[in-house]
């Protein structure tokens, strides 16, 4: 009967490691999901900026209302750096994430609609 009990036992304790390891599994693929949408929606706003044509006119304006305090009028750097070659030392991707996540604090980042984030691209652009 010793052996029986024991049996249960070991059955019982194995069904309680499945179920932990199948709650952490589902959590783990819950925590995958939502890391993916939120990247496959970043990748798609980035998509969607490198489609379209900016303005440098646009962009211009954007730059100045948003931008000057720490890069300056002329985009030459103050607290922030000078943009004149950043379109050299970042590709427009990198460019995006920079300006939309803030990576290099202190930059604060940005909530930009894609047309007006190629507006700003063009306008860096045209600083080479």
């Not at 959590?27 to 303005?55: D, H, M, P, R």
């Not at 030392?89 to 984030?117: A, C, H, R, W, Y």
Request: with cysteine; glycine share 6%; proline share 4%.
């Amino acid at each position: 009967m010793t052996t029986s009990s024991s049996s249960a036992a070991e059955k019982k304790i194995k069904l309680e490691i499945w179920k932990k390891v199948f709650i952490v599994f589902l959590f783990a693929l819950v925590i995958f999901v939502l890391i993916y949408l939120k990247n496959y929606e970043k990748n798609q706003y980035i998509l969607k900026t490198l489609e379209l044509n900016g303005s440098v006119k646009d962009g211009y304006s954007l730059f100045k209302t948003n931008c000057v305090g720490c890069h300056g009028i002329t985009a030459r750097g103050l607290v922030g750096p000078d943009l004149h070659s950043i379109s050299q030392s970042l590709n427009d991707k990198e460019i995006i994430k920079q300006v939309t996540g803030g990576l290099t604090p202190p930059m604060p980042s940005f909530e930009i609609d894609p047309q007006n984030m190629s507006n700003l691209l063009k306008y860096l652009h045209s600083l080479e």
